[in-house]
Structures are given as structure tokens and as C-alpha cells.
């Protein structure tokens, strides 16, 4: 089944350690996102690109890295995690890109800092 | 600073009657509008959407009002059904940045009972 697909599902990882989300599309979707959800916060966008080979940033970039080196993979990295990133994350894919695109979301992985 | 609120973070009501969903903004430059709906341990999965130009948007038993004075959207479920139970998350974008920042409500939790 066409979708998106995320690893790990969940997480528990010490601070200061490096981690890396994946996500993979098989829906030749040309923009991808970065969500983590939190209680009380809704989802707020981390990271986006709109095509391969560019990214840019969302509302909460800052501790978080991505590349998009072909059009299936968006993989996320902490390089240093803190427990403030304790979140659940999603990544999400749409076809164009932009503010009327409607997104497609992975099922999440839930990591926790500690 | 939240632009996008749901201030009902739960809802129960009776298979078979309405539900009504709220959600207020406070960014005036807000201009279209979405809806998803999210089971646990899923991804969130699109729903509705509704551009400012238009007061309601219809799609079989989900109807969208918007009330671009008071800056206020809601989700109407009629009849509502038990697999409606689910988290809903209101989201608005502004069209003509083109760009991939949609901000989120923090989800009400709907519960329709048997």
C-alpha cells in the first residue's frame, strides 16, 4: 500500500545523544515536512522541502537538521538531544507543496529524551 | 503564541446527533483553512478544507462553516458515528505566501458513544 513510512516507531534516548528520524514516501510526493506534536501545542512544522535537493525552515527549526538527497527519503537528525525534544514526530508528504496541498502523514515516532 | 486555537480539548455526544467542532484564529491574514482528523497511533489523515472566499464547505456528513468577521471555523459531524472518534485538528495557512507554513490547533478529542 502506497503511503509513508517512519522508523523507529518510538524511542528512548539519552541526552546529548545523536539521533536520526527516517521517512520514507513511495508516493512521488515532491514536498515533505517535519511535525512534532505536543500536548496542548497541535503539530508545529520543524522542518520542510519542497523538491529534492532544497529544504527550509518551519516554526520550530532549531535543534533539528534535514536533508533531502533524493525524492522518497527525508530523514530528521538531532544532533544533540536535549529532554525538551521529548515529542512525537511526524513527517508528512504532499504533492506540490504550499498552503492548499493536502498532506499525507506517516503514523509518527515517538521518542522521549531523558 | 498560539494563532490557532481549539479551546474545547474534548467533546462527547450521542451516536446519531451533531457535532459540533470549534476553532478561532487571531491572524487576520489567515485565508484557507483545514481540517484533519487523527486515530490513535495513526498519522493525521485530511478531512475538509474551506477557502476564505467561501462561508461553508460541504462533503457528505462533514460541513465546514467559516466566519471570517469573528475569525471562527467549525466542523459539523450530522449524523455522527461511533468511528467518528478521533482527535480533530483545525489548521489555517495564508494562500498567497505560498509557502509551507500551516499553523495547528491543539485537537479536540471527539467521542461519539453508542
Known amino acids: 500500500i502506497a503511503g509513508i513510512t517512519q522508523a523507529p516507531t518510538s524511542q528512548i534516548l539519552a541526552a546529548g545523544r545523536r539521533m536520526t528520524l527516517r521517512c520514507t514516501q513511495d508516493?512521488?510526493?515532491?514536498?515533505m515536512y517535519w511535525y512534532r506534536q505536543d500536548l496542548g501545542l497541535g503539530l508545529r512544522l520543524i522542518h520542510y522541502?519542497?523538491?529534492?535537493?532544497?529544504?527550509g525552515k518551519g516554526e520550530v527549526p532549531d535543534g533539528y537538521s534535514v536533508s533531502r538527497a533524493n525524492t522518497d527519503d527525508f530523514p530528521l537528525t538531532l544532533a544533540s538531544a536535549v529532554p525538551s525534544q521529548t515529542s512525537v514526530y511526524f513527517c508528512?508528504?504532499?504533492?506540490?507543496?504550499?498552503?492548499?496541498?493536502?498532506?499525507?502523514f506517516g503514523p509518527g515516532t515517538r521518542l522521549t529524551v531523558l | 503564541d498560539q494563532q490557532v486555537k481549539q479551546n474545547s480539548p474534548s467533546l462527547s455526544v450521542q451516536e446519531g446527533r451533531i457535532s459540533i467542532l470549534n476553532c478561532d484564529y487571531t491572524?487576520?491574514?489567515?485565508?484557507?483553512f483545514l481540517w484533519y482528523k487523527k486515530y490513535p497511533a495513526e498519522g493525521p489523515t485530511f478531512l475538509i478544507s474551506?477557502?476564505?472566499?467561501?462561508d461553508k464547505n460541504e462533503d457528505g456528513r462533514f460541513t465546514v462553516f467559516l466566519n471570517k468577521s469573528a475569525k471562527h471555523l467549525s466542523l459539523h459531524i450530522v449524523p455522527s458515528q461511533p468511528g467518528d472518534s478521533a482527535v480533530y485538528f483545525c489548521?489555517?495557512?495564508?494562500?498567497?505566501?505560498?509557502?509551507?507554513?500551516?499553523?495547528f490547533g491543539a485537537g479536540t478529542r471527539l467521542t461519539v458513544k453508542p
Open positions: 508516493m512521488r510526493h515532491n514536498a
Open positions: 474551506i477557502s476564505s472566499i467561501k
Open positions: 522541502s519542497n523538491t529534492a535537493g532544497t529544504t
Open positions: 491572524n487576520s491574514m489567515f485565508d484557507y
Open positions: 508528512a508528504s504532499s504533492d506540490r507543496g504550499g498552503p492548499t496541498d493536502t498532506q499525507y
Open positions: 489548521a489555517a495557512s495564508v494562500r498567497w505566501y505560498n509557502n509551507n507554513d500551516m499553523r
